[in-house]
């Protein structure tokens, strides 16, 4: 059974920083594409990041530079450093996986969810 867990979300003041975390179990990363999503409220969920062996897409200008994703696939984890935070920023934050490699920023195309955390970015 393929089951992901997103943590670390929290309250942060602009142009701070917050690692976010993506556990898998059931699943290797050698073989799972791993997408981080997000969601702001009243928006849709926007693909941010894929990460898999072929290597990482970024899919949203207003991240690249300031966020980055690396895996450790001993731990079966898949991390977001999120740097220079913005209230733009504030969104749930979803990580999620798909077989195979990476495809797209859509969410439909990622089968496996793991519950958001939330990220506040407020003074």
């Known amino acids: 059974e393929v089951q992901l867990q997103a943590s670390g979300g929290g309250l942060v003041e602009p142009g701070g920083s917050l690692t976010l975390s993506c556990a898998g179990s059931?699943?290797?990363?050698?073989?799972?594409?791993i997408g981080w999503f997000r969601q702001a409220p009243g928006n849709d969920r926007e693909g941010l990041f894929c990460?898999?062996?072929?290597?990482?897409?970024s899919f949203v200008d207003s991240v690249k530079g300031r966020f980055t994703v690396s895996s450790d696939n001993a731990k079966n984890t898949v991390y977001l450093q999120m740097n220079s935070l913005k209230p733009e920023d504030t969104a749930v934050y979803y990580c999620?996986?798909?077989?195979?490699?990476?495809?797209?920023?859509?969410?439909?195309?990622?089968?496996?969810w793991g519950q958001g955390t939330l990220v506040t970015v407020s003074s």
């Open positions: 059931g699943f290797t990363l050698d073989d799972y594409a």
């Open positions: 999620a996986a798909e077989i195979g490699g990476c495809y797209s920023d859509y969410a439909s195309d990622f089968s496996d």
């Open positions: 990460i898999s062996d072929e290597g990482i897409e």
